[in-house]
């Protein structure tokens, strides 16, 4: 039975699990190596709870309740001790990922699964570094976390059934709707949203239309909730480019290969929301989406 949950990394994916985790009444340990990150993201679940709970979507006394059951921890070993499940939804990169696997591998208990956010990373590799490959697994959650309704169960090549089953039926418990993919790059989820994000900003790059343009067509023309330079935007340009890099390496296919406007504007630093600037420019506490100077007319 799982009760005890851990989640590496308290960004906004790990902030987002936590709190869909203690919902659900989980005991929850947000794991990460920064206080202040930490301390960042109980405010962000907090200002998320309150805003449920002000549409009446829960009660304040759940918002007491799943706070509660979120405790906060600097430090990684005492975080898994008696895990049942560890999420780690670190930084992307390879290297840090596999050094976290062994250290929880030889931390946590013996049945705790090792699961990861990762949204592009070999999970094959990643559980090749533990001594319980059947035990690892992916929990592909989308942002923004409380809302996105898709977790993309990841088997890595060895994962038993059992705990793919225990891990589809935990995101069911979420409230979640969990679908199993297997583990070659990109997923499903990226495979496909990445290749037409890359595809929106070529249509960009040669001219054959703006980004307000590009962005309308595909949210009036396919129903779109965001078009898709505002979701990379949204995602952020650091990381499509990441995940097209990984899947062209992967596959080996140039098909994957960003862009190089999508270059560019990371090289620059133009990372979308999070740096202020991408395909749109972003004001504090505005919702407006305007287009960057760079790509207006
Ligand atoms: N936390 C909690 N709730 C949130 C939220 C957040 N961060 N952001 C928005 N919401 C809620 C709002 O409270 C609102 O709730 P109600 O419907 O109950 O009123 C609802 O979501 C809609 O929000 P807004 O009215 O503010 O704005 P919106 O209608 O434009 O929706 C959106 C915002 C949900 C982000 C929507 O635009 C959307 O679905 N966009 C696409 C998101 C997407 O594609 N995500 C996947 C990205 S890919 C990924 O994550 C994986 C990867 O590996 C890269």
Redesign the pocket.
């Given at each position: 039975m799982i009760k005890n949950v851990t989640i590496i990394g308290a960004g906004t994916m790990g902030n987002?699990i936590a709190q869909v985790f203690a919902m659900q009444d989980f005991n929850v340990t947000l794991c990460d190596i920064s206080a202040s990150s930490l301390a960042k993201a109980m405010t962000t679940i907090g200002n998320?709870l309150d805003?449920?709970a002000k549409?009446e979507?829960i009660s304040s006394a759940d918002v007491q309740r799943s706070l509660e059951n979120i405790k906060t921890n600097t430090d990684l070993e005492k975080s898994v001790l008696d895990a049942d499940l560890i999420v780690e939804a670190a930084t992307e990169n390879i290297q840090l990922k596999k050094d976290i696997f062994q250290k929880i591998d030889s931390w946590s208990p013996g049945h705790c699964i090792l699961a990861t956010n990762t949204?592009?990373i070999s999970l094959t590799q990643i559980a090749a570094a533990t001594k319980r490959p059947e035990k690892v697994i992916g929990m592909?959650?989308?942002?923004?976390?409380?809302?996105?309704k898709l977790v993309e169960v990841i088997r890595a090549y060895s994962t038993s059934d059992e705990v793919c089953a225990t891990v589809m039926q935990l995101s069911q418990q979420l409230g979640k709707i969990p679908v199993e993919v297997n583990d070659y790059p990109g997923f499903v989820?990226?495979r496909i949203?990445m290749p037409m994000i890359n595809e929106a900003i070529y249509t960009l790059y040669e001219g054959v239309a703006g980004v307000h343009e590009i962005d309308t067509v595909m949210k009036l023309g396919m129903a779109?909730?965001?078009g898709p330079l505002a979701?990379a935007d949204?995602?952020g340009l650091d990381?499509?480019m990441s995940?097209l890099n990984i899947m062209y390496q992967g596959f080996g296919n140039p098909k994957y290969a960003p862009c190089p406007l999508l270059v560019n504007m990371v090289t620059a630093g133009k990372l979308g929301r999070k740096s202020g600037e991408g395909f749109y420019v972003y004001t504090e506490g505005s919702?407006d989406l305007v287009v960057s100077p760079k790509f207006s007319k």
């Open positions: 987002g998320n805003r449920m549409k979507a949204s592009s592909h959650f989308m942002n923004p976390v409380p809302v996105m989820a990226n949203l779109h909730p965001m979701l949204f995602i990381v499509c995940i919702k």
